[in-house]
């Protein structure tokens, strides 16, 4: 299960390149630009600890966190791969809300994501991922940014990714054994399964 190292590597060097741009500028709209990536979660999740931890503050929710980084106005956004350009100051702020939102919701679901995976390595089954809510980190029972999510979501996302699921011509235990280690229903397993088949 070498994927949390991955994830947790990833978080260490978003956190790395947030610190450092924020030293140089101790300026959040300035690090926002230049260090925080919307479409990684860990970014974000890095993003949103430093503020807290810099500021210290608890995010409350998005306008908290635009008062805390006084991220008011961003000029352009990506939507689907494509760069659209605010058309006045009103679109610049919907840009900066949009912005912000996405990062607050992606940060809690990485940290919620890692809190499963630490667990599938403490040696966590099916039962004990269940009892990991949403709500503890921030999240409401359904949300979405670039698909739905939930717990259930999540859970397979997790599976899929620890036990190698992803990976066609990966080494792994077959679907069944992966089920008897987990102490779950056939049906979770295969469902992890198929979220990565294309």
Same mark, same amino acid.
């Given at each position: 299960? !070498? %994927? @949390?190292? =991955?994830?947790?590597?990833?978080?260490?060097?978003?956190?790395?390149?947030?610190?450092?741009?924020?030293?140089?500028?101790?300026?959040?709209?300035?690090?926002?630009?230049? &260090?925080?990536?919307?479409?990684?979660? *860990?970014?974000?999740? &890095?993003?949103?600890?430093? =503020?807290? *931890?810099?500021?210290?503050?608890?995010?409350?929710?998005?306008?908290?966190?635009? *008062?805390?980084?006084?991220?008011?106005?961003?000029?352009?956004?990506?939507?689907?791969?494509?760069?659209?350009?605010?058309?006045?100051? $009103?679109?610049?702020?919907?840009?900066?809300?949009? *912005?912000?939102?996405?990062? +607050?919701?992606? $940060?809690?679901?990485?940290?919620?994501?890692?809190?499963?995976?630490?667990?599938?390595?403490? $040696? !966590? @089954?099916?039962?004990?991922?269940?009892?990991?809510?949403?709500?503890?980190?921030?999240?409401?029972?359904?949300?979405?940014?670039? @698909?739905?999510?939930?717990?259930? %979501?999540?859970?397979?996302?997790?599976? %899929?990714?620890?036990?190698? +699921?992803?990976?066609?011509?990966?080494?792994?235990?077959?679907?069944?054994?992966?089920?008897?280690?987990?102490? &779950?229903?056939? %049906? =979770?397993?295969?469902? !992890?399964?198929?979220?990565?088949?294309?």
């Amino acid at each position: 299960m !070498a %994927s @949390k190292k =991955v994830k947790d590597k990833h978080y260490l060097n978003s956190l790395e390149e947030i610190k450092t741009a924020y030293q140089e500028s101790k300026d959040w709209v300035d690090v926002f630009a230049t &260090a925080v990536y919307n479409d990684v979660r *860990e970014s974000n999740e &890095a993003f949103i600890d430093y =503020v807290e *931890e810099v500021t210290k503050t608890k995010v409350k929710d998005v306008k908290h966190l635009q *008062e805390l980084t006084e991220i008011t106005h961003i000029t352009k956004i990506y939507v689907k791969g494509k760069e659209v350009k605010a058309k006045n100051e $009103g679109q610049e702020k919907e840009f900066a809300l949009k *912005e912000l939102e996405e990062t +607050l919701i992606g $940060g809690k679901t990485s940290k919620y994501s890692r809190a499963m995976e630490t667990a599938l390595l403490e $040696g !966590a @089954k099916y039962k004990d991922l269940l009892k990991i809510k949403p709500k503890e980190y921030g999240l409401p029972e359904k949300w979405s940014i670039y @698909k739905d999510e939930d717990q259930y %979501s999540t859970i397979l996302d997790v599976i %899929s990714w620890e036990y190698l +699921l992803i990976e066609p011509f990966a080494v792994r235990p077959d679907l069944r054994t992966i089920s008897r280690d987990l102490e &779950a229903p056939y %049906s =979770v397993v295969l469902d !992890a399964w198929k979220l990565r088949q294309y």
